[in-house]
């Protein structure tokens, strides 16, 4: 791709001072000599830290593509996206941090990206770091950069959104914010490649030769408190922690470990001295961060008035008339429930004939081209079953789902990249305080909809403890994407045409869920809650990228295969060998019908327990059994047992559905449309999976768990009597 000029100004190549403005506004870092190592033993480590919704994991997909993984960071609870950059200087391992304001952390999210760029003792810290800053909105950004430049580590302003800043009449001179700043910045727009072949030779120069940033001045009085206090610090002080950070922070009042109780003290008196009074006590306002914030903020408007002009300053644009009704209370809750219908309506529908197709070849040419196999290599029954009815059977069924949570995927990634799910989160604002949470929480209850598991780790970002134990134990009444290849099994097999409005129905619902169950642990468990307003920066409305889109759901789809294959394989085999085993004193091993089993015998002991629901059958509870575990084995067993069960009834694509309507017409004694609502409403309220139960535990601790689970089964069995009761009467 061709690249234009996108900005005034060049790209700076080093850090170079001109004029008195400069000198105002920088000085040399005469604290902190050392400077943190150029490249590692292995590939360099270059970090991404930003704002939120500034373009920075718009790059790290751009730059890593498929090349990622997400995962805790080591001695960490926080989960961190980590990719290979192939770049033309060689393979970089990227790092893409947790969004932050500041790097005065109020969650855990937060506090890990501090800490890696502080901590000098804590591992896997960066060789360089890339800040993003947006510059449509500059003046937000330049104060977590200030905040960086403060910790001394080398660094590469990735000057993002510019075509966006453009259209509003916004130039940025990125050479002149060098020239003040001390370090290159590279205009770029990473959704249309643009400036990512100079980002990546600016990158490379600052890896083979990093250096320091220029420091931003805080005003004389400031810096002689910070000089007072930087003579204080111990040497085996200073070389954990940057000195012009160390300072700030025992001067804003941070506890910061490792500091003698003498260099704090002499903090709080220099911060007592700087506010014009005595040392401040626990109850009383911090003055010196307050001052400090004054001062970095005085630094940001000088920066801006030397980097930045306008034209047309004041007109509304076409993007402020969208939000005035997208994020409408009146017209913004209806377009939201609009937009996720019109979502999986178009996923069910779509998804269809790509299924049918694929468990065609499943269950036609996969599953005999098997049986041929099979019977040239001398198999017995056991083995034979176990290919042929467990894992055929059990896994083709599972990956015929592969075209549903791909189109999902791809739908919920445009909607993400085009901006609107942020103005989603502003809709929801209201709704969500209602049960005394923030806004923020919105954001995991989002995540959840494709897996509770990341949700739960998103909970981090909300830096009240109450607020993360409430979300934590709605979470699970957030439909995952599991629940969703359950969901448009039974829909398609008993509504149609119809089957993407029932699934938007469950959707809806699991909303209702949450909403309800929060306004009742509110006025129980969590009484008194403070509240917390909501901060969130609008992202600018793009038109998708095809690239961004392609790699955010291959990811999200790699995820899911991973986690489902691994679940499905190992609960397959286990029904299998329990399905193997007699009981009774009916058959031997692997000549059993499953209905005389070991398995069959625990699902029949369960089944009367959802006699009074309408779908008091041993295959439906089989299914629930498995789907404790992990909703992705739900299809499976129900495939598993139909076709272990009935091994001569010549199952044909579609089969399984057919299967379960008989049965359900068996136990509702007529009623079935109340009797699948019902199967459908406990499947997703009732625990979502042993792996959400392992995060729950992580997240908010054992005993809250336990009461999840006991609370989650309890409202899953009462809502599916009372769906099928009062269904009854009119279905």
């Not at 908010?700 to 599916?720: H, V, Y």
């Amino acid at each position: 791709m061709s690249e234009r000029p996108i900005t005034k100004g060049p790209v700076a190549k080093g850090p170079v001072a001109k004029g008195p403005v400069a000198k105002a506004l920088l000085t040399k870092p005469c604290c902190d000599d050392d400077v943190p190592g150029g490249v590692n033993a292995g590939d360099p480590r270059v970090a991404l830290v930003g704002n939120p919704n500034v373009g920075k994991s718009t790059l790290f997909n751009m730059l890593t593509g498929a090349r990622q993984r997400i995962g805790n960071w080591p001695g960490k609870t926080v989960s961190v996206a980590q990719g290979t950059w192939r770049s033309p200087n060689g393979e970089i391992t990227l790092i893409d941090l947790p969004g932050t304001y500041s790097l005065v952390p109020g969650s855990p999210d937060e506090a890990l990206t501090r800490d890696l760029l502080v901590d000098r003792g804590m591992g896997g810290r960066p060789d360089l770091v890339v800040i993003t800053v947006d510059a449509a909105n500059l003046a937000r950004n330049l104060y977590l950069l200030a905040q960086v430049m403060e910790t001394g580590v080398p660094l590469v302003v990735a000057l993002t959104m510019v075509d966006i800043a453009e259209s509003r009449g916004i130039r940025v001179d990125a050479g002149r914010l060098s020239e003040l700043i001390g370090a290159p910045v590279v205009p770029l727009v990473p959704r249309r490649g643009e400036g990512v072949a100079e980002f990546d030779r600016v990158v490379a120069r600052a890896l083979a030769a990093p250096r320091r940033p220029a420091l931003p001045v805080l005003g004389e009085d400031m810096e002689a408190a910070l000089a007072s206090i930087t003579a204080e610090v111990p040497a085996e002080t200073a070389v954990r922690y940057p000195a012009r950070w160390l300072s700030i922070a025992l001067l804003t009042g941070e506890d910061v470990p490792g500091v003698p109780e003498e260099t704090a003290a002499a903090a709080r008196a220099a911060g007592a001295a700087l506010s014009g009074g005595e040392p401040a006590g626990d109850d009383e306002p911090d003055d010196p961060e307050l001052l400090v914030a004054e001062q970095r903020y005085a630094w940001v408007h000088e920066v801006i008035a030397e980097v930045v002009t306008r034209r047309g300053a004041g007109r509304a644009t076409w993007s402020d008339r969208v939000d005035r009704v997208l994020t409408s209370r009146w017209s913004g809750p209806p377009i939201f429930l609009a937009v996720m219908w019109a979502v999986f309506a178009l996923t069910t529908k779509a998804a269809a004939p790509l299924m049918a197709g694929f468990q065609g070849l499943v269950d036609g040419p996969v599953s005999t081209g098997a049986g041929r196999l099979l019977d040239a290599l001398g198999a017995g029954g056991a083995i034979r079953g176990l290919v042929l009815n467990g894992l055929i059977a059990g896994v083709g069924q599972v990956l015929s789902f592969v075209p549903l949570m791909a189109i999902m995927f791809v739908l919920l990634s445009v909607l993400e990249d085009s901006g609107y799910l942020a103005r989603a989160a502003f809709v929801v604002d209201r709704l969500m305080r209602v049960i005394g949470l923030p806004g923020r929480a919105f954001l995991p209850l989002i995540v959840g909809f494709g897996c509770n598991v990341p949700a739960l780790a998103g909970t981090r970002i909300l830096s009240d403890r109450r607020h993360r134990l409430l979300t934590g134990l709605l979470i699970p009444f957030v439909t995952c994407s599991a629940r969703l290849t359950v969901y448009v099994l039974v829909a398609t097999a008993f509504f149609g045409s119809a089957a993407g409005t029932v699934v938007f129905a469950m959707y809806v619902l699991s909303i209702a869920l949450v909403i309800g169950m929060g306004l009742l642990l509110r006025g129980t468990l969590f009484r008194g809650m403070a509240e917390e307003p909501l901060v969130l920066d609008l992202p600018p409305y793009r038109l998708p990228a095809v690239r961004v889109i392609g790699a955010q759901s291959w990811v999200k789809l790699q995820a899911f295969l991973k986690t489902a294959s691994g679940i499905i394989v190992a609960t397959v085999t286990l029904v299998w060998l329990l399905s193997s085993i007699p009981f009774g004193g009916q058959g031997s091993f692997g000549r059993t019908p499953i209905e005389h089993s070991v398995f069959g015998a625990a699902s029949h002991a369960v089944a009367p327990a959802f006699a009074p629901s309408g779908f008091g059958d041993w295959h439906a509870s089989a299914a629930l059994i498995t789907g404790f575990v992990a909703k992705e084995a739900v299809v499976s067993t129900m495939a598993q047992t139909y076709s272990m069960g009935e091994p001569a009834d010549g199952h044909q694509p579609g089969g399984l559905g057919g299967a379960l309507r008989a049965t359900i017409e068996q136990t509702s004694h007529g009623h079935p449309v109340p009797a699948v609502l019902a199967f459908l409403v406990f499947l997703l309220a009732y625990t979502p999976c042993m792996t959400t139960v392992a995060a729950q535990r992580v997240e908010i601790g054992g005993r809250l768990t336990l009461f999840g689970i006991g609370m989650q089964l309890t409202l899953a069995w009462l809502l599916a009597v009372a769906v099928f009761r009062v269904g009854s009467l009119f279905l």
